[in-house]
């Protein structure tokens, strides 16, 4: 008697992983996801036109959209998704969209008390000049590298990041600035004028001789100083300690190294977004779905938060590292992490009214601030990514 019970205990319990997995493999089904995704990609478009109110990110507690105006960091990624999801799926009411949006950030283009232009303007801009030919998109990204050029300190042989913490840093330039020397090479190529991209080239020096350790990691912040030129700190603002490897900052280092080799063809970036990547992909904290923690040494690993967007932004830049090195554990990577985002584990479900795509981003640890939410920079290069791994296959 004990025997059946035992027997039907256990074909119950198999029967109930086996309807399971039926339904989450349904539910994961490669049409449902598409379907799923573009369900998604409409609720953009539900989202009210405001030149003051870019979505940035949903808190799901207070079920609260995050708006931000233009001169935010973010503001690109909102027009920018626009831009590639028309590139995706050749709908035009993408396009009129994404218009509308890149046409708030233009004022921008004079903003000098940041070094976030890239992202403000390239992601906006520069998508738009791949759609279509538009003088004044041109215009105002040449603007907007003068603007940025400003920023730039010949002694140093870097671009100012930060403008706060003055009592504390002379002259900070973190990882993540490295985003922002596409504009400058862009710049080069639509005015002729070199300036921009010397200034790139020098920047991407100093940080090559600067900001990475041994081990091919990077640090976040590099404070120099201003009479000397050298170092004064390496220290970090949004990772767990000065000497973590916070996974965004890896991220940013991986992808933007692997843009300056695009445009200047010298080995020495192409080397350092290689040993960053292996470093990041390789890593004994890496999970085996691709999607790192939110910084690789924080030691309650494995209890804390995965960053989605640090997944993206280095399966975006892996695709293009691949086409130079035809190193097929990159394309791999970049394959596994949409393959992990293009799941219900991380699309966000059809009920959230927010201009969102991708769930489980984090934002900033030193604000406690956007950890595990939507975040419009994980949507951004996300797509960017399938757009990439499509031109691949095509
Ligand atoms: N500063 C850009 C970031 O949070 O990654």
Redesign the pocket.
């Given at each position: 008697m004990f025997r059946v019970s035992f027997l039907l205990i256990i074909l119950g319990f198999a029967c109930v992983s086996c309807k399971f997995k039926d339904k989450n493999q349904t539910v994961n089904s490669k049409e449902s996801i598409e379907a799923l995704l573009k369900v998604r990609y409409s609720k953009l478009l539900d989202y009210k036109l405001d030149s003051t109110a870019f979505a940035r990110s949903y808190n799901p507690k207070t079920k609260t959209i995050k708006k931000v105006p233009s001169k935010d960091?973010t503001s690109g990624f909102f027009a920018g998704n626009f831009w590639q999801i028309y590139m995706l799926t050749n709908n035009e009411v993408y396009k009129t969209k994404a218009k509308e949006w890149t046409a708030f950030i233009e004022k921008e283009k004079y903003n000098n008390k940041t070094h976030?232009m890239g992202?403000k303007v390239f992601c906006s801009f520069g998508n738009g000049l791949k759609v279509e030919n538009n003088k004044k998109y041109e215009d105002i990204i040449v603007e907007s590298a003068k603007t940025l050029s400003t920023r730039f300190n010949e002694k140093i042989g870097s671009i100012r990041s930060w403008d706060f913490n003055k009592e504390k840093w002379q002259f900070p330039v973190?990882i993540?600035n490295m985003m922002n020397l596409e504009l400058l090479f862009e710049a080069t190529k639509i005015s002729g004028d070199s300036t921009f991209y010397k200034i790139a080239v020098k920047h991407a020096n100093t940080t090559l001789k600067n900001h990475f350790r041994p081990d091919g990691s990077t640090w976040h912040v590099l404070d120099y100083d201003t009479i000397s030129g050298l170092v004064r700190a390496r220290v970090t603002h949004?990772g767990i300690d000065d000497n973590s490897a916070w996974a965004?900052?890896q991220s940013?280092a991986i992808n933007g190294f692997t843009t300056v080799y695009r445009y200047t063809k010298d080995e020495k970036y192409l080397n350092r977004a290689i040993a960053t990547a292996n470093y990041f992909i390789n890593h004994e904290n890496m999970p085996d779905d691709g999607i790192p923690y939110w910084d690789f040494d924080d030691p309650d690993i494995p209890n804390v938060f995965r960053d989605a967007?640090a997944g993206a932004i280095v399966a975006s830049a892996l695709v293009e590292l691949y086409k130079y090195t035809k190193n097929q554990s990159y394309l791999d990577y970049s394959k596994k992490v949409v393959n992990t985002l293009k799941t219900v584990d991380y699309i966000l479900s059809e009920e959230v009214e927010a201009p969102f795509i991708l769930d489980h981003s984090f934002?900033?640890w030193s604000k406690k601030h956007e950890m595990d939410e939507p975040i419009v920079?994980g949507d951004y290069y996300f797509l960017q990514t399938l757009l990439r791994l499509r031109d691949l296959e095509s």
């Open positions: 960091w976030d992202f973190i993540d949004q965004r900052g940013w967007s934002g900033d920079y």
